[in-house]
């Protein structure tokens, strides 16, 4: 019961969450690109997606974490789970040092991997911004197995109530160093202030109130053989979804400068909005599907079935909503959007 409300409201909250942010972009987005204009803009959405290539020395090793996980919970074994977190955060730590020293190589780098349309002026705040950048991803990594560990323990509310916080925090936080002039640069490391806060309380949380432990001690490293074969096909996806959303702003930076780059990252911005409302659903029902995988149940294959038919059904219904008013409305909406923007 406790697991079906955690389920119920979180899904609910991911909703509120997408709709905060939604809301927040619409009136927050005008403002800020007033202030630091559109140059600026495409400068910080053009080396936020370049550093986010970062993100794939995760190895996919994320997602996997959950499906190990519940195979020990069912089983009771909770030294397997302690060695478990210690395995996955001795990776990550690994993983998050080869984060940063590609990350700082990047930024020495900066002039040949954004090519010549970008002023010096330009560069120089592409540097500063992806620095800020990369140690922010750097310190995401050793978090990861933390935040693994609260999604397998399917706490949700929790989960998406932060991303409600970090939603509402962020114009709150930005808006006055933008107003103070310090431009991307400020509303970059406002942006990691909240992430490493954000990082404190999911630490917080784990260790008092679901009771996080972990050893570097026996760790199984046949266990990791298995994770990584496992982390290999989702690392695959992961190498797909980057080339398919973050590939073309790259491309649209080097041939037609900044400037394209804002206006193409709006425009991609909303096509992430309409992405997440599918996914929202599905997310939640993750450790409930590993749960399922794991226990060997002889009605194994009913139940999975069940919940994706439930889950495909709901978010249909979702997506289609969004899709019909978009066919109505939608050139109504771009033609405001551009009002505002412009």
């Known amino acids: 019961m406790k697991t079906t409300r955690q389920i119920r409201i979180g899904a ?3 909703y509120v969450s997408m709709a905060v942010g939604y809301v927040v972009q619409i009136v927050y ?3 800020m690109l007033r202030i ?9 959405n053009l080396t936020n997606s370049i550093v986010s290539y970062l993100s794939l020395f995760s190895l996919g090793f ?3 974490y959950v499906r190990f996980f519940m195979r020990h919970k069912v089983r009771n074994d909770s030294e397997g789970v302690i060695k478990l977190n210690g395995l996955f955060m001795s990776a990550f730590l690994i993983l998050g040092l080869l ?3 590609s990350g700082g190589i990047m930024v020495s780098n900066i002039g040949g991997l954004l090519g010549s349309k970008f002023s010096i002026a330009e560069l120089k705040l592409a540097k500063i911004l992806m620095i800020l950048m990369v140690v922010n991803i750097g310190i995401s990594f050793p978090l990861i197995p933390i935040v693994s560990f609260i999604q397998a323990n399917e706490r ?8 409600i916080v970090r939603q ?3 114009p709150f936080l930005s808006l006055p160093l933008l107003l103070a002039g310090y431009g991307a640069i400020g509303m970059t490391a406002a942006t990691t202030a ?3 806060g954000i990082s404190v309380c999911q630490f917080w949380y784990a260790v008092r109130v679901l009771h996080f432990k972990i050893t570097f001690k026996n760790l199984e490293f046949d266990e990791f053989k298995e994770v990584s074969i496992f982390s290999s096909f989702i690392f695959l996806n992961a190498v797909t979804d980057q080339i398919n959303w973050n590939a073309d702003k790259f491309i649209v930076g080097r041939y037609s400068g900044a400037l394209a780059v804002a206006i193409y990252g709006i425009a991609a911005q909303l096509n992430s909005y309409y992405l997440g409302f599918s996914t929202a659903i599905s997310n939640v029902f993750i450790p409930k599907i590993n749960n399922i995988v794991a226990d060997y149940g002889i009605d194994k294959n009913e139940k999975l079935n069940s919940i994706f038919v439930t889950v495909g059904k709901m978010q249909l219904i979702v997506v289609g909503l969004i899709l019909t008013n978009i066919i109505v409305v939608g050139k109504e909406f771009i033609f405001f959007g551009r009002a505002k923007i412009i």
């Open 62 to 64: 994320a997602p996997a």
């Open 36 to 44: 630091i204009g559109s140059n600026q803009y495409g400068v910080y």
């Open 29 to 31: 987005t005008p403002l």
């Open 156 to 163: 949700f509310i929790f989960q998406n109530g932060l991303n």
């Open 168 to 170: 509402i925090c962020s």
């Open 12 to 14: 609910i909250l991911s």
């Open 99 to 101: 984060a940063l020293l």
């Open 194 to 196: 909240i992430s490493i």
